[in-house]
């Protein structure tokens, strides 16, 4: 009863470090790869694979070991065989010699049995493992049992690697479709535009008061949906790694005196004090010019949208050393846009960086928005190498703050 026991006990324990294993990653090819190895050890195979399966139950993904080099088996070879007798049955087979086996398929020659076991999830067959044995009857009742347990853990987090490799594909594909509507947007609204300036200029004969406004009106529109475009545009490149920058030490006073150029106008609109600190000694920075615009252009303008008139914005900026992701001290420049505005509250706060996300709260409403301009921000941030993150009270005023790598020496 002791030796019962304590195999029990082993088992229950191994099983336990194969979840944690297995629940540390949804990297598929690393789960399937770990519990490959967990049951060649377990059974003291000397070679095998494990096969998945797609919808249809056709193999199209295997992990092999033990075979010889030049095995590399086209995924439709496991149709075949003892694999292809589990895939029919959905059942564990288990053979004390597989030269006995009509089904048999040879293809490590050292092989004298072999256990094919079904990896089921949902009642769905997702894949079959097979273990082979240089040993006639290697595979005990016991081991059998053991081994089906394991097969059973694995194949949850296998579904769940599957299923989370399917959500990015889709992601994926998302961004590569937005990418392309919104590129092929570009051109209609190019010809839209050069029309409207064109009649706005008078060249097309007399425009009454009227004529103008309505034009003036599809012209701010069309330069609306043009920055709509633009940022969709930017979110899709971000999340398929295709933002193209051009990274080198840029003066961020210039970088102010750009991004002031906008936002000054809706500043004064609606009497919101700008107070700017850049000290002279302040070292360039590492960063793609124009986007660092586009950061400071968003932050300044959102502190300007979302406060109340008659307010005041900080703009200020400072070299700081602060760690890196391994700890070592890097000199960075710290930029802080400090608004008096409406606030954010803590729940909001966590959704902030989130794609169209955009608060319920009266105050903010009123002005318009996609909701896509912080995510474009943190995106650009990161890819130079730095951090934005958020202080903010309700009714009181929110602070963002942001990092870029300063350019040392120049
Ligand atoms: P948009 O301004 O187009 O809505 P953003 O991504 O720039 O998109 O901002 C997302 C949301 O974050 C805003 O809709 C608002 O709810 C909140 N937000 C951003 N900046 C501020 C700020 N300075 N003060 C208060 N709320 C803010």
């Not at 940022?231 to 990274?247: A, C, K, N, Q, Y």
């Amino acid at each position: 009863t002791d030796q019962a026991l304590q195999q029990s006990v082993d088992e229950l324990s191994m099983l336990q470090q194969l979840d944690r294993d297995l629940n540390a990653t949804l990297d598929l090819n690393h789960i399937l790869n770990i519990t490959l190895d967990r049951m060649l050890a377990m059974c003291g195979g000397v070679s095998g694979v494990i096969v998945l399966l797609d919808e249809e139950d056709s193999p199209n993904q295997y992990v092999s070991r033990g075979y010889d080099r030049s095995f590399q088996a086209e995924p439709d070879m496991f149709n075949a065989g003892l694999i292809g007798r589990v895939v029919a049955s959905k059942e564990p087979h288990v053979t004390g010699n597989v030269h006995e086996e009509p089904d048999y398929v040879v293809i490590n020659f050292r092989t004298q049995s072999q256990i094919t076991l079904p990896f089921i999830n949902k009642q769905e067959l997702i894949g079959v493992i097979a273990i082979e044995s240089d040993q006639l009857d290697a595979f005990s009742p016991e081991l059998t049992a053991t081994a089906v347990r394991i097969t059973n853990h694995a194949a949850i987090a296998i579904a769940n690697a599957i299923l989370y490799q399917k959500v990015n594909e889709a992601n994926l594909a998302k961004s590569e479709f937005v990418s392309m509507v919104s590129h092929e947007l570009k051109t209609p609204m190019t010809s839209m535009r050069g029309y409207t300036d064109l009649m706005l200029s008078g060249m097309t004969g007399e425009l009454t008061e009227q004529q103008r406004k309505f034009l003036e009106t599809i012209a701010a529109n069309i330069r609306r949906m043009g920055r709509q475009i633009s940022d969709l545009t930017d979110i899709s490149r971000i999340e398929t790694g295709r933002l193209h920058m051009v990274i080198e030490p840029t003066a961020v006073v210039q970088v102010v005196n750009e991004t002031l150029q906008t936002v000054q106008p809706l500043c004064q609109e609606k009497n919101i004090r700008l107070n700017l600190e850049l000290p002279e000694d302040l070292p360039p920075v590492l960063a793609d010019k124009n986007r660092l615009v586009q950061v400071l252009t968003n932050l300044l303008s959102n502190a300007c949208k979302y406060s109340p008139p008659d307010t005041e914005t900080r703009l200020a900026f400072e070299e700081k050393l602060l760690p890196d992701e391994n700890g070592v001290d890097k000199p960075m420049v710290l930029c802080t846009v400090a608004d008096q505005g409406y606030g954010i509250s803590e729940e909001d706060q966590k959704k902030l960086f989130a794609k169209f996300f955009r608060s319920e709260d009266a105050n903010i409403r009123q002005s318009q928005g996609t909701g896509l301009g912080l995510s474009i921000t943190k995106g650009i941030i990161e890819l130079q190498g730095g951090a934005i993150w958020v202080e903010s009270k309700l009714g009181q005023g929110t602070t963002f703050y942001f990092t870029i790598p300063a350019a040392h020496p120049v």
